[in-house]
């Protein structure tokens, strides 16, 4: 039997707001479970953990990207399905996965749905399931979170994207399974999990959630690149399951949308079969 348990970020909308989800999953037979709300999806880790430890194999988990990152990470490698409620500005693994921006029909996706199996990449010892980068997207991450996200949406991207595309390139040295792969200056350094990133660009086509492997691209210049990201001349493009990044200078970096410190290095491997994910039919295979 279905043992259901909820972490929400207290901040994030969708429909009409948490009593409706309560309203939604006690229309489904699941009156007052188990649950926790959070004001910030750093908090998202311990009280995931509490309630599988307490016996949730279904984990609803209402917020954005980075509180969806927050519990994969904390969860990764447990038996337990994770239900994503897309309430925040990108939502980029429920778009990847092909769930609705729709209440009622991702509690019934989670609890009737398929189960897919996905991979997790892990950076610097923590997990994400869309992209790491450092340079560039990093960049505009960091600006976009300043505040401009929540009052401007999606548009916060391309506004910060025109502010920092001039970034200066810094030498990168890069391997990819153990092996040379990179060694020259860029303005940013990508890996991803799934084929489509920030506003809906196609930057990995060839990339899936459940192939044991990691997709890797460097751009070369500080140029924006648009439509085929494949076929620009200022990108290169690889996979691998093991990436590590040296960087001349520090920069910031990110997973999954969420700034993270500025380091030289980054360490990225691929974890097969890290997560189920509740998806619709359709996107189970």
């Given at each position: 039997?279905?043992?259901?348990?909820?972490?929400?970020?207290?901040?994030?909308?969708?429909?009409?707001?948490?009593a409706?989800?309560?309203?939604?999953?006690?229309?489904?037979?699941?009156?007052?479970?188990?649950?926790?709300?959070?004001?910030?999806?750093?908090?998202?880790?311990?009280?995931?953990?509490?309630?599988?430890?307490?016996?949730?194999?279904?984990?609803?988990?209402?917020?954005?990207?980075?509180?969806?990152?927050?519990?994969?990470?904390?969860?990764?490698?447990?038996?337990?399905?994770?239900?994503?409620?897309?309430?925040?500005?990108?939502?980029?693994?429920?778009?990847?996965?092909?769930?609705?921006?729709?209440?009622?029909?991702?509690?019934r996706?989670?609890?009737?749905?398929?189960?897919?199996?996905?991979?997790?990449?892990?950076?610097?010892?923590?997990?994400?399931?869309?992209?790491?980068?450092?340079?560039?997207?990093?960049?505009?991450?960091?600006?976009?979170?300043?505040?401009?996200?929540?009052?401007?949406?999606?548009?916060?991207?391309?506004?910060?994207?025109?502010?920092?595309?001039?970034?200066?390139?810094?030498?990168?040295?890069?391997?990819?399974?153990?092996?040379?792969?990179?060694?020259?200056?860029?303005?940013?350094?990508?890996?991803g999990?799934?084929?489509?990133?920030?506003?809906?660009?196609?930057?990995?086509?060839?990339?899936?959630?459940?192939d044991?492997?990691?997709?890797?691209?460097?751009?070369?210049?500080?140029?924006?690149v648009?439509?085929?990201?494949?076929?620009?001349?200022?990108?290169?493009?690889?996979?691998?399951?093991?990436?590590?990044?040296?960087?001349?200078?520090?920069?910031?970096?990110?997973?999954?949308?969420?700034?993270?410190?500025?380091?030289?290095?980054?360490?990225?491997?691929?974890?097969p079969?890290?997560?189920?994910?509740?998806?619709?039919?359709?996107?189970?295979?």
């Amino acid at each position: 039997m279905t043992s259901v348990g909820v972490v929400a970020h207290a901040g994030k909308e969708l429909g009409g707001g948490l009593a409706e989800l309560r309203t939604t999953l006690a229309g489904y037979g699941i009156s007052d479970p188990p649950w926790h709300d959070v004001r910030k999806s750093k908090h998202v880790p311990e009280r995931a953990r509490e309630l599988v430890d307490q016996g949730a194999d279904l984990l609803f988990v209402w917020g954005g990207d980075g509180t969806v990152q927050r519990a994969i990470d904390a969860l990764a490698g447990r038996a337990v399905t994770i239900a994503i409620v897309p309430a925040g500005t990108a939502n980029l693994l429920a778009t990847n996965l092909g769930l609705p921006h729709d209440l009622d029909a991702c509690v019934r996706i989670g609890l009737h749905g398929a189960r897919r199996i996905l991979d997790a990449g892990k950076v610097n010892g923590e997990h994400f399931a869309v992209m790491a980068g450092a340079g560039l997207d990093a960049m505009m991450i960091r600006s976009a979170d300043a505040g401009l996200k929540d009052k401007v949406g999606r548009i916060a991207y391309v506004w910060t994207g025109a502010k920092n595309v001039q970034l200066e390139p810094v030498g990168m040295s890069i391997e990819v399974d153990g092996q040379s792969w990179f060694e020259d200056e860029a303005s940013c350094v990508l890996v991803g999990n799934v084929p489509d990133v920030l506003g809906g660009l196609t930057v990995f086509p060839d990339a899936a959630f459940d192939d044991g492997r990691l997709d890797e691209w460097v751009r070369t210049l500080g140029r924006s690149v648009l439509g085929n990201v494949g076929a620009s001349p200022f990108v290169r493009m690889t996979t691998g399951r093991t990436i590590e990044v040296r960087l001349d200078e520090a920069m910031p970096y990110q997973l999954d949308g969420g700034d993270r410190k500025e380091t030289k290095k980054l360490k990225i491997k691929v974890k097969p079969g890290a997560i189920s994910i509740a998806v619709p039919e359709r996107e189970s295979q």
